[in-house]
C-alpha cells in the first residue's frame, strides 16, 4: 500500500504534518478529512519514479541531502531496537510498526514504513530493504540476507548495529582530527585577509602620506594587500572553479585512484588514513563472515563499501585469488597497503581456521592505534599552525613599524 506524506490544517487552523497509508490519494484525502483536517499538501513517497501531487500552498524549499543524512545518522539506533524487538518474539511486522511510532527522523519514518509495506505485499526483508540504498548500503543489505536466510535476523541485526555504531565511532575520532586544525588554519587565513583587506592599507596609507620610504618588506605587503583588495572576488570565484574541478576529477577512476593513493603517502595523515584503511576492512570482513557469508561475497560486498580506490583494488586481488583457490595472505602482503604484521595475522587465522576471530583482534589493535596517531597527528599540526600564523602576523607587523623604526632613527 502507498505512503503518502501530508501538510493539513486543523480545525484550530494550526498546520500539523505526518504520513498516512491508502491506495491512492483520494482515500488518503478522504482519512484525513474524517478526522477533520484540510488538507493542503499532499505527496507520495518512498518509491522512485512516482508522481507526486503539486503543493497547493506554493512551493517549499527543502534540503534532501542534510535530512537524508540525518535520518542515516539513526540507522544504527533502529537497527539494535529492531534487533531487541525481533529477540523478545515481536513478529517483524509489528517490530517495524513500532518503529515507526518511535523514530524522530520524517524521511526515516517513512522509509521503515514503506519498508513495512513492502515486506507486507511479499517481498523479503532484504529486498525492502535494499530498496533504500540511501539508509541501508549493500553491506547492510547483505547481512539482513544471511540473517533472514539463517533465521538469526535478531542476532545478526545486533551484530550490525554494534559494527555501525563502531565504525561510527571510529569515523568520528578521525573527523576530529582533521576538523580542529583544519579550523584553527580557516580562522587564521580569516584573521589574516582581514587585516590584508581593511588594516594594513589604512596603515601602510598613513605612512606614505608622511613621506617615508617604504623598505622592502613593506613594498611587499603593500602589493599583496592592492592585489587581494582589487582581485579578491576573482580569488574566489577561482577558488570555488578549482574546487568544482576537483571535485569532478575525484570522480573518474584514475583521479581517485591518484586521490586515495597520495592521502596514503602524506607525511602526517597518512599514518592515519592507513591504519583507518586497516581497522574499516577487518572489522567489516570479520563482521560479515561471523555473520555466515562465504569469504568471496563478503570481499565483494566489501569492495562496493569501502571508501578508498587502492584498498578497493586489493580486495579485487584477494577476491580473484580466492576464486582461485589461493589464500588471503598473499595479495594484503603484496599490496603495500597493509602492514606486514597484519598480513602474518591474517595467514595464521585461515590455516587455524579462526579468521574471524583474527581479524577481529587486528581490528582492535589497530582502533586503539588509531587513538595514539590522532594524538600525534594533534600535538604536531597544532604548533606548525600557530608557528605558521605567527610568522605571517609577524611578517605584517614588521611591515608596518619597519618605516617607522627608520623615520625615528633618521631623526635622531
Not at 575520532?173 to 587585516?195: C, N, T
Request: cysteine-free; aromatic content about 6%; overall charge positive.
Amino acid at each position: 500500500m502507498p505512503v503518502f506524506e501530508y501538510e493539513a490544517l486543523t480545525e484550530k487552523g494550526t498546520l500539523t504534518r505526518g504520513s498516512i497509508d491508502a491506495d491512492t490519494a483520494r482515500e488518503a484525502r478522504a482519512k484525513l478529512r474524517a478526522r477533520r483536517v484540510h488538507v493542503t499538501r499532499m505527496e507520495e513517497v518512498g518509491r522512485p519514479g512516482r508522481r507526486r501531487e503539486a503543493p497547493a500552498e506554493g512551493l517549499r524549499l527543502r534540503l534532501p541531502e542534510l535530512r537524508r543524512a540525518r535520518g542515516a545518522a539513526d540507522v544504527p539506533i533502529v537497527t539494535r531496537q529492531l534487533a531487541t524487538l525481533l529477540k523478545a518474539g515481536i513478529p517483524l511486522s509489528d517490530a517495524l510498526g513500532a518503529l515507526v511510532q518511535q523514530v524522530e527522523s520524517p524521511d526515516l519514518e517513512r522509509v521503515l514504513r514503506q519498508i513495512k509495506e513492502d515486506i507486507a505485499a511479499g517481498a523479503t526483508t532484504a529486498e525492502a530493504f535494499a530498496r533504500h540504498p540511501d539508509y541501508f548500503n549493500s553491506l547492510y543489505v547483505a547481512m539482513v540476507r544471511a540473517g533472514e536466510a539463517s533465521g538469526n535476523l535478531d542476532v545478526i541485526l545486533k551484530r550490525l548495529a554494534d559494527f555501525l555504531q563502531a565504525q561510527s565511532r571510529v569515523k568520528g575520532k578521525v573527523s576530529a582530527a582533521l576538523v580542529y586544525p583544519l579550523a584553527i588554519a580557516a580562522l587564521g587565513v580569516v584573521v589574516v585577509a582581514f587585516l590584508m583587506k581593511f588594516v594594513v592599507p589604512k596603515l601602510v596609507a598613513t605612512i606614505t602620506q608622511r613621506g617615508l620610504d617604504l623598505p622592502l618588506p613593506t613594498r611587499v605587503l603593500k602589493t599583496t594587500s592592492e592585489f587581494i583588495g582589487t582581485w579578491w572576488l576573482a580569488l574566489a570565484l577561482g577558488a570555488l572553479l578549482l574546487l568544482a574541478l576537483y571535485q569532478a576529477w575525484v570522480r573518474t577512476e584514475r583521479g581517485r585512484w591518484l586521490r586515495d593513493s597520495y592521502l596514503l603517502r602524506l607525511p602526517i595523515f597518512g599514518e592515519l588514513f592507513r591504519k583507518q584503511a586497516v581497522a574499516r576492512f577487518a572489522t567489516t570482513f570479520a563482521t560479515l563472515l561471523e555473520s555466515g557469508i562465504p569469504a568471496h561475497e563478503s570481499l565483494r560486498t566489501l569492495r562496493a563499501v569501502v571508501d578508498n580506490a587502492v584498498l578497493a583494488h586489493t580486495i579485487d586481488q584477494v577476491h580473484d585469488r580466492i576464486l582461485e583457490g589461493t589464500d588471503i595472505a598473499t595479495p594484503l602482503k603484496n599490496s603495500g597497503v597493509f602492514p606486514p604484521v597484519v598480513s602474518y595475522m591474517i595467514a595464521i587465522g585461515e590455516q587455524s581456521g579462526q579468521l574471524e576471530d583474527i581479524l577481529k583482534k587486528v581490528a582492535e589493535a589497530y582502533d586503539e592505534e588509531i587513538d595514539v596517531t590522532i594524538q600525534k597527528v594533534t600535538s604536531l599540526i597544532e604548533p606548525v599552525i600557530i608557528i605558521a600564523m605567527a610568522l605571517v602576523v609577524g611578517f605584517i607587523v614588521m611591515s608596518v613599524l619597519l618605516p617607522l623604526v627608520q623615520s625615528m632613527s633618521h631623526l635622531r
